[in-house]
């Protein structure tokens, strides 16, 4: 099975990022909804996140698809989406964390572009640059374990603190416990495992396992419409 997934794996990436992508559509959809029905803002900053994320995974793996015989496109490609992808872990820790830093008369007109918004963008091109700088993805892995260590605690307080009245608390805990993970398997692979294909195939199916408990969450609270 494995030496057939190793054989097929363009194709394969192709089928992965389009599931994840198609994931995050429907997220983004559905918490929007939400969101323009409770205007709460965690729940608007965890859309964007998978805004990011949706991107990250269609660049990544939709359209590197058509430019891997070519160096200088697929290198584009790969920045851009390191990029997005350490904004959508920004976005998922700060929809945890926006109460320790806006009150509730805070009113943006963006929650895509504004002053503490800003400083994510700026911070994920520091953390690019240094990896585009040093030839390596340390920074990124190091960013997002250092995001989802501290995303794993604070939602498992919150978890232990609602989760009786809120059940997505529990899914959302367990989420980021896989998130952290597989950025931690990322980071094995990549620095002492040679991109082993075998470990990189399991990162991949644990990262469809994360998408669909988000989805399924998010489904669970706006009643599937």
Request: net charge positive; hydrophobic share 55%; aromatic share 24%.
């Amino acid at each position: 099975m494995y030496s057939w997934i190793i054989e097929n794996k363009e194709l394969l990436k192709i089928f992965y990022g389009l599931i994840i992508a198609l994931i995050c559509f429907v997220i983004v959809l559905k918490t929007n909804k939400l969101f323009r029905l409770s205007l709460h803002k965690g729940i608007r900053y965890f859309r964007n996140a998978f805004f990011f994320y949706g991107i990250a995974f269609i660049i990544r793996y939709l359209f590197g698809a058509f430019f891997l015989d070519n160096p200088n496109y697929y290198f584009v490609i790969n920045i851009l989406f390191e990029y997005f992808l350490v904004m959508g872990g920004f976005f998922l820790l700060y929809s945890l964390l926006w109460k320790r830093f806006e009150s509730s008369k805070t009113n943006y007109n963006s929650s895509l572009f504004n002053t503490k918004i800003f400083l994510f963008y700026f911070m994920s091109f520091i953390i690019v640059f240094l990896d585009y700088i040093w030839q390596t993805y340390y920074f990124m892995f190091s960013s997002q374990i250092i995001i989802f260590v501290l995303a794993s605690v604070i939602s498992y307080i919150n978890y232990k603190k609602n989760g009786r009245q809120h059940k997505f608390l529990k899914l959302y805990f367990i989420a980021m416990i896989l998130s952290l993970i597989t950025w931690v398997l990322n980071f094995l692979v990549a620095s002492f495992l040679d991109w082993n294909k075998g470990v990189l195939t399991n990162v991949y199916l644990i990262n469809i396992v994360i998408f669909l408990l988000f989805l399924y969450g998010v489904i669970k609270v706006t009643g599937g419409k």
